[in-house]
């Protein structure tokens, strides 16, 4: 009879997180970042059928990255989360932090169950506030930690790499106009460093406005104004940068 092979419980650990890792890497980034009037989300995506950014609740919006039909499941029991809990308590009751929660019990079971192969997913759950400084991002890497971010954040593909030049340019204040030019200038730097340009065609952008009169604050940006907005703060920095406005 042959001897069992034998792994510790740190190298299957080990060995699990970087599968999952490998797997959420391969995906394109996500950036979520705040502006004056609420958080925006960026992600470089031509699907228009494969959200990657989805409304949860009334304040709450959620991205992903990794496995679609993972992150999809996720997504899916979320809703049925905040819809149940609006329903039985009140609507105030449902956060983003209570939703976090949720996610990171799924996502810990999950990824230190044997039986199972860990989820390949990055979660982003987000929460706009009455103010700035109310708003509430939550990070949840594939081993069901909770990461509490603020300005901005980036998930999947070279992400730190964009989490750097994020941090190092975005700022408090920013109009929407800002934080969009900021967050595709960042998907478009590849890993060699050189920068790609990406059209709105292959973006998928969303916004939580907390400006919004309704109680739903998540709207997609799409089209026409995706497109203006970003032709509008392409054309102020060139006129920023352009020697000829100096005297």
């Given at each position: 009879?042959?001897t069992?092979?034998?792994?510790?419980?740190?190298?299957?650990?080990?060995?699990?997180?970087e599968?999952?890792?490998?797997?959420?890497?391969?995906?394109?980034?996500?950036?979520?970042?705040?502006y004056?009037?609420?958080?925006?989300?960026?992600?470089?995506?031509?699907?228009?059928?494969?959200?990657?950014?989805?409304?949860?609740?009334?304040?709450?919006?959620?991205?992903?990255?990794?496995?679609?039909?993972?992150?999809e499941?996720?997504?899916?029991?979320?809703?049925?989360?905040?819809?149940?809990?609006?329903?039985?308590?009140?609507?105030?009751?449902?956060?983003?932090?209570?939703?976090?929660?949720?996610?990171?019990?799924?996502?810990g079971?999950?990824?230190?169950?044997?039986?199972?192969?860990?989820?390949?997913?990055?979660?982003?759950?987000?929460?706009?506030?009455?103010?700035?400084?109310?708003?509430?991002?939550?990070?949840?890497?594939h081993?069901g930690?909770?990461?509490?971010?603020?300005?901005?954040?980036?998930?999947?593909?070279?992400s730190?790499?964009?989490?750097?030049?994020?941090?190092?340019?975005?700022?408090?204040?920013m109009t929407?106009?800002?934080?969009l030019?900021?967050a595709?200038?960042?998907?478009?730097r590849?890993?060699?460093?050189?920068?790609?340009?990406?059209?709105?065609?292959?973006?998928?952008?969303?916004?939580l406005?907390?400006?919004?009169p309704?109680?739903?604050?998540?709207?997609?940006i799409?089209?026409?104004?995706?497109t203006?907005?970003l032709?509008?703060?392409?054309?102020?920095?060139?006129?920023?940068?352009d020697?000829?406005?100096?005297?």
């Amino acid at each position: 009879m042959s001897t069992p092979f034998y792994v510790s419980p740190q190298q299957a650990m080990a060995d699990r997180a970087e599968y999952a890792r490998k797997g959420i890497a391969r995906g394109r980034s996500v950036v979520v970042l705040q502006y004056t009037d609420g958080i925006v989300f960026v992600a470089e995506n031509p699907s228009r059928a494969l959200h990657k950014v989805s409304e949860i609740y009334d304040r709450i919006a959620f991205a992903a990255v990794g496995k679609y039909n993972e992150f999809e499941n996720l997504r899916i029991g979320g809703v049925r989360y905040a819809d149940l809990r609006g329903y039985t308590y009140d609507r105030d009751d449902v956060t983003a932090r209570g939703l976090a929660n949720v996610y990171a019990q799924t996502l810990g079971t999950i990824f230190s169950s044997v039986g199972e192969k860990p989820y390949e997913v990055e979660l982003i759950v987000a929460e706009v506030g009455a103010a700035p400084e109310d708003d509430q991002i939550y990070r949840l890497p594939h081993d069901g930690s909770i990461v509490d971010e603020h300005g901005a954040v980036a998930v999947g593909g070279n992400s730190d790499q964009i989490g750097s030049y994020l941090d190092q340019r975005h700022r408090d204040g920013m109009t929407l106009a800002e934080a969009l030019a900021l967050a595709v200038e960042s998907l478009s730097r590849d890993t060699n460093g050189s920068d790609r340009q990406l059209t709105a065609e292959q973006l998928e952008v969303a916004v939580l406005d907390r400006t919004r009169p309704q109680a739903r604050k998540f709207k997609r940006i799409l089209g026409r104004q995706l497109t203006r907005l970003l032709e509008a703060e392409s054309a102020a920095t060139t006129t920023t940068d352009d020697p000829s406005d100096e005297e």
